[in-house]
Nanobody, 116 residues
């Protein structure tokens, strides 16, 4: 399984970005996909997830500003990030879990930098 992220970049405070993640390879059925982030010098934490039924989960720090969506046929997720703040600066990584498989797959990550 391969995950390819895109959409990261540099944006000013209050700006918006859209991250995309496309999955390919041997995928039987997607159970859940999501985004995690790791700021400099900190551990990686959950940002948002979406499961095969469309149920979403958000970190408190991004709820109301970020929106995750999934296109199951294209095996792709997107995350619209609005009102970005400097504390959102991090490497954002895509995550995929298949139905009936405990193995997690990760993308290489994409940098999001929010300037103040």
């Amino acid at each position: 399984v391969q995950l390819e992220e895109s959409g990261g970049g540099l944006v000013q405070t209050g700006g918006s970005l859209t991250l995309s993640c496309a999955a390919s390879g041997r995928i039987n059925e997607i159970g859940m996909m999501g985004w995690y982030r790791q700021p400099p010098g900190e551990r990686r934490t959950l940002v948002a997830t979406i499961d095969r039924w469309g149920t979403t989960n958000y970190a408190d720090s991004v709820r109301g500003r970020f929106t995750i969506s999934m296109d199951r046929h294209k095996k792709m997720i997107q995350m619209q990030m609005n009102n970005l703040q400097p504390e959102d600066t991090a490497v954002y990584s895509c995550n995929l879990r298949q139905v009936g498989d405990s193995l997690q797959h990760w993308g290489p990550g994409t940098q999001v930098t929010v300037s103040s």
